[in-house]
């Protein structure tokens, strides 16, 4: 199950991503509430962090959403098929990425996850512009299997750790790599190089947890201006989902809607502008974004 972030009529709404368009599960929510509870909706239902912390984000809550719209014959009502999506979690609390995830050669494995931040301020949505700055000359795509939280933790067991996600979605974690190579050079810290407005482009939806196989085994396609440039897969991350749960949570607390970007296998070459990169994730999604110069 497919669960977005959309704008439609000014307005946004969480939404279901169906063979049809999208259900309005906000509008949905809201009319199930009143008609079989008699209770106004309350308004966290347009935001997926606060459904996470009233414990409703979950396939129960979506499906019985869409049920009660199949029984009062509401898909048309409810279906949007104009909708401009947006990233999933517009501000999460902490976005974690990590560096050094899979094996690269010359490069050392790492003996404990290398983590490092990117400010939200860098997150933009699927189909949303990269904005190749001026000064930059080298700005590098990387494909993420991204991780969401759903339930507050801290000190959490591997054995634990499934259970604190919500699902998972996809994170180009775009690096302006002649400044990276510059401040390794001269052993300064790097991360503002990923931190540049519009590089952490995220979406286009979430897919719940339950709803992939195994998250340690899937597909990884890179493609730009639609021709296959790196293909990976999953099942060579150096450290797994569980393990990355346990790490960071013996540090911070994690709390719903913080982002877990796993790192990537490849490093393929830079973008200019004009171009457009997709990312592809098996059981997860595409996303895409365009590139285009500063103004």
């Not at 049809?20 to 997926?48: K, N, S, Y």
């Not at 450290?239 to 790490?247: A, S």
Request: proline share 8%.
């Amino acid at each position: 199950m497919r669960i977005v972030l959309f704008e439609h009529e000014d307005h946004t709404h969480v939404g279901i991503a169906t063979n049809f368009g999208i259900l309005d599960f906000t509008r949905a929510f809201q009319a199930q509430q009143l008609i079989q509870h008699g209770q106004e909706c309350p308004e966290h239902v347009t935001d997926m962090v606060a459904l996470m912390r009233a414990g409703l984000f979950n396939r129960e809550t979506f499906e019985s959403a869409m049920m009660f719209v199949a029984e009062h014959h509401l898909e048309a009502a409810m279906t949007v098929t104009d909708a401009k999506l947006q990233t999933p979690i517009p501000q999460p609390g902490k976005l974690v990425a990590l560096g050094g995830n899979f094996s690269h050669p010359g490069e050392e494995d790492p003996d404990e996850p290398p983590l490092f931040f990117k400010p939200t301020s860098s997150i933009i949505g699927p189909d949303e512009p990269i904005v190749f700055r001026r000064g930059l000359e080298v700005a590098e795509p990387e494909i993420e299997l991204t991780v969401i939280i759903g339930k507050q933790g801290s000190h959490i067991s591997q054995a634990d750790a499934m259970e604190h996600v919500a699902g998972y979605t996809l994170l180009n974690d775009m690096t302006a790599r002649d400044l990276q190579n510059v401040a390794f050079e001269v052993q300064r810290p790097w991360s503002y190089t990923k931190a540049i407005d519009t590089f952490t482009p995220i979406g286009p939806h979430v897919v719940l947890r339950d709803a992939v196989k195994d998250p340690h085994n899937l597909a990884m396609t890179m493609r730009v201006n639609g021709e296959e440039i790196e293909h990976a897969n999953t099942n060579t991350m150096l450290f797994q989902v569980p393990v990355l749960i346990e790490y960071i949570s013996q540090y911070m607390t994690l709390e719903p809607g913080d982002i877990i970007a796993t790192g990537t296998p490849v490093h393929p070459p830079g973008l200019k502008p004009g171009d457009t990169v997709e990312l592809e994730i098996e059981e997860i999604g595409v996303l895409s974004n365009p590139v285009v110069a500063d103004s």
